[in-house]
C-alpha cells in the first residue's frame, strides 16, 4: 500500500529567499508503515536478476551524468 503525501515543504534559497522547489511531506504516524513498505522492496530488489538491476543502474547513471549541471544548480540552491 503506498503512502499518499500530506502536505508540502517549500525549500528557498538562503541566499536570495527564491523558491528552489517544494518537497512533498507526510504525517509522522505513518513512518513505520512507509519503512515496511522499503522493507519489502528491498526484497524484491534483491530477488531481480543482477543483470536486470545492473540495466537499470546504468540508465540511472546516464540520466544523473546527462542531468548532472542541473542537479548541482538544484543542490547549491538549497
Not at 503525501?5 to 508503515?33: I, K, W, Y
Not at 536478476?49 to 540552491?77: G, K, N, Q, Y
Amino acid at each position: 500500500m503506498a503512502v499518499a503525501a500530506t502536505g508540502e515543504l517549500r525549500v528557498v534559497n538562503p541566499a536570495t529567499l527564491e523558491l528552489v522547489g517544494t518537497v512533498t511531506t507526510t504525517d509522522p504516524s505513518v513512518v513505520q508503515e512507509i519503512v515496511s513498505e522499503a522493507k519489502l522492496a528491498q526484497e524484491a530488489w534483491g530477488a531481480t536478476p543482477l543483470v536486470d538491476r545492473r540495466a537499470l543502474l546504468v540508465r540511472v547513471a546516464a540520466t544523473v551524468l546527462e542531468r548532472a549541471d542541473e542537479i548541482a544548480d538544484t543542490v547549491v540552491s538549497e
